[in-house]
């Protein structure tokens, strides 16, 4: 079982060695990792910390997701501009 208390999207990168992270559920919650694996493990941990983080400075604190997703995909690129 993956332990998180928010959802999770790990995106794959042009660069094989790095996947980048974000919760959609917990603005400002981002990070890289260099597997999927990798960045399960730093979400779990950096997202208490995020938490902790925004409960001293006052923010408020989203609910925990009872049932968290997380969704492995591409990074989206940007459209071109004409």
Known sequence: ??????SLVIEATDDPEFFGFYSPELEGF???GHSVEDCLYKAKWGMLEH??????????????????????????RAEAVA
């Open 1 to 6: 079982m993956i332990d998180l208390k928010y």
């Open 30 to 32: 981002t990070g890289i």
């Open 51 to 76: 938490v902790n983080l925004l409960r001293e400075k006052g923010f408020p604190i989203p609910k925990e997701n009872p049932n968290p997703i997380v969704t492995i995909q591409n990074e989206k």
